[in-house]
């Protein structure tokens, strides 16, 4: 059983993206016109003339970079405010209106004023904190407000320390949905990021090249840092995903 679901758990994905780039190829043969939509081929010899460029590799390190830089700061201060929700109900009720807002804000409407507001190289970092805080607040606080109550009475019961109570017990049961959160929000964040850069047309990132090939209509070339751009946002949730897997090994284990 086991190994039937492993071998379906290889072959669907496999067969998904043998369909994906069958339907992709007819279409490009069926239009003709590779300025509008290159087959797979051109677009691969495209990627790969950027893994020979340098200025491909300090791109990706910046756009991650700021990808990185935003989520830690955004997950941090998420993590902190849920846990004064959690532990203060008066402050969850007094900084839900505040968490509301900035959650329904349109993100076009937060790009536009933060491009206005501050300068192309900061820009990418401030759209991409202000978009996916209130993803990370939301799902920390569902985390933590769903550990087992009776296990928070039975430490309150025998006055287990709060530090103790957070390490041996929120952090272990908090750490599935958590991760599962961050996996989601961490992809997002690389689309966000790069959309940022586009239109702030910030230096030395993926955005700026991608604008660039679409302004000289070059759709190969943007097809290929699209594809660069797929390939980060499923390693990093690979990673996350990874990472998830080892960590409910080890507490299993223990």
């Not at 929700?85 to 209106?97: D, L, N, Q």
């Not at 076009?108 to 978009?131: N, Q, R």
């Not at 993926?206 to 840092?225: F, K, N, V």
Request: charged fraction near 15%; hydrophobic fraction near 55%; include cysteine.
């Amino acid at each position: 059983m086991e190994k039937k679901r492993l071998i379906y758990n290889i072959l669907a994905p496999i067969a998904g993206c043998v369909v994906f780039i069958a339907v992709w190829f007819a279409v490009a043969a069926a239009i003709g016109k590779s300025i509008i939509l290159p087959s797979p081929a051109d677009t691969l010899i495209s990627f790969f003339d950027l893994l020979g460029q340098g200025g491909f590799y300090l791109a990706v390190l910046k756009t991650l970079g700021r990808t990185l830089l935003s989520f830690i700061i955004a997950f941090i201060l998420a993590c902190l405010l849920a846990f004064c929700s959690v532990k203060s109900e008066f402050f969850k009720k007094a900084f839900a209106p505040l968490a509301v807002i900035v959650r329904v804000l349109p993100t076009i409407s937060v790009i536009l004023l933060v491009l206005i507001w501050f300068k192309s190289a900061v820009a990418p970092y401030v759209i991409t904190f202000i978009v996916i805080f209130p993803m990370l607040y939301t799902t920390v606080l569902d985390a933590a407000e769903n550990v087992d109550p009776n296990l928070i009475e039975m430490c309150e019961a025998y006055k287990v320390s709060k530090g103790r109570q957070l390490l041996y017990l929120y952090i272990p049961d908090m750490i599935p949905s958590v991760l599962t959160g961050i996996s989601i929000t961490l992809s997002f964040s690389v689309k966000l990021t790069i959309a940022a850069e586009v239109l702030a047309s910030t230096q030395r990132s993926m955005g700026r090249y991608m604008s660039q090939a679409s302004a000289y209509i070059e759709t190969s070339t943007l097809l290929a840092w699209t594809l660069a751009a797929i390939i980060l946002g499923f390693l990093l949730e690979g990673l996350v995903l990874l990472l998830k897997k080892l960590l409910a090994r080890h507490y299993h284990a223990n």
